[in-house]
């Protein structure tokens, strides 16, 4: 794990490196000294503020297009709670509901729910289809993607 991570201050823009220990500790940006704020939970995204949400996070984004009559997402709903709480500050979870969104569906051509995207850098670097056999290989597959 790397000792620190970098977060852009929500109201100056500043990109600012953070010691990993500190996260929990409310840390201030160093350029207009206020408090940076970074998600803990899932953030709803639409096809409005998905670009924005994905190429504004300095780290990487883990994205989970989902359906409200999926059963395998509902099954790997507390996983994916818990890994952007576990991974805050390092990692960004987004939820796209495909029937809300359905043109960030035929964007990404998700064909089956969950399906499981990571950028990083604002580019798509891997992506699950489907729900994985263990809840464990979802933050396994995350964690190798930020090691």
Same mark, same amino acid.
């Given at each position: ?19 990993q ?34 190429s ?22 507390? /996983?994916?709670?818990?890994?952007? $709480?576990? +991974?805050?500050?390092r990692?960004? &979870?987004?939820? @796209? !509901? ?26 798509? /670097?891997?992506?699950?289809?489907? $729900?994985? +056999?263990?809840?464990?290989?979802? &933050?396994?597959? @995350? !964690?190798?993607?930020?090691?």
């Amino acid at each position: 794990m790397p000792s620190s991570v970098i977060l852009r201050c929500p109201s100056c823009r500043t990109l600012n490196r953070v010691p990993q220990e500190k996260l929990s500790g409310h840390p201030h940006c160093g350029q207009c000294r206020n408090v940076i704020t970074f998600p803990t939970r899932p953030v709803n995204a639409t096809a409005a503020s998905f670009d924005r949400e994905v190429s504004d996070w300095p780290e990487a984004v883990f994205v989970e297009f989902w359906s409200v009559t999926c059963g395998y997402c509902r099954m790997v709903e507390p /996983v994916v709670n818990d890994i952007a $709480a576990w +991974r805050a500050g390092r990692l960004k &979870v987004l939820k @796209v !509901d495909i029937q809300a969104e359905f043109s960030l569906a035929q964007r990404y051509s998700v064909m089956a729910t969950p399906t499981f995207i990571l950028f990083k850098n604002g580019q798509q /670097v891997d992506r699950i289809d489907g $729900a994985p +056999r263990e809840k464990i290989d979802l &933050v396994a597959w @995350v !964690d190798r993607h930020l090691s």
